[in-house]
């Protein structure tokens, strides 16, 4: 089974992960995808706290879609570590890696970027401020799949923004969502 793990700080989930996650499947670039909400996304500060975050993408979960809570894997310090003990929980599984295109051009300083870079296929959302193949033929990556997503760039940075004001982001993110997010900050 083709696992595609999606790691990233999800602060709101907004319908672009989703449309990704969603595209990916109906495109069978994955048999399932793994959603891992990382706890400060790897030494960036996050404004939504873990807790309401999962809470929020457990709405999507389904057969197809895993959303992993365990919170070793959610305090994962790097991608490798990450991609080393979903190994053990799904020997099984043909795990690749799902990263934006923006990614690509420090992905080199990323630990173990070789290791990730020769072990993992990858699921790349393209972005057209990126020339994507470039940037993988630099890394000498060979098994990658490629993922337009155009109808997907939403910035969770408005979405916080505008966490007041439903209407303004009623397109980018699921009322449910904003909600959750709300009853966490009030408490």
Known sequence: MRTAVYCGSFAPVHLGHIGIVKETLKEKLADRVIIVASSDYWNKKVAIDLDTRLK???????????????????????????????KIKYPEDELCLMLGADNLPRFANWVNAQYLLDNYPFIVMNRDDYDTVDLLNKLYKKDYFIL?????????????EHLDDYCLIKDMIDEEVVEIIRTSIVQ
């Open 148 to 160: 337009n997503c155009d109808n997907f760039d939403i910035s969770s940075s408005y979405i916080r």
């Open 56 to 86: 929020c993408l457990k709405l999507y979960e389904s057969e197809d879609i895993i959303i992993d809570d365990d919170i070793k894997d959610n305090e994962a310090p790097n991608t490798y570590t990450l991609f080393e003990q979903l």
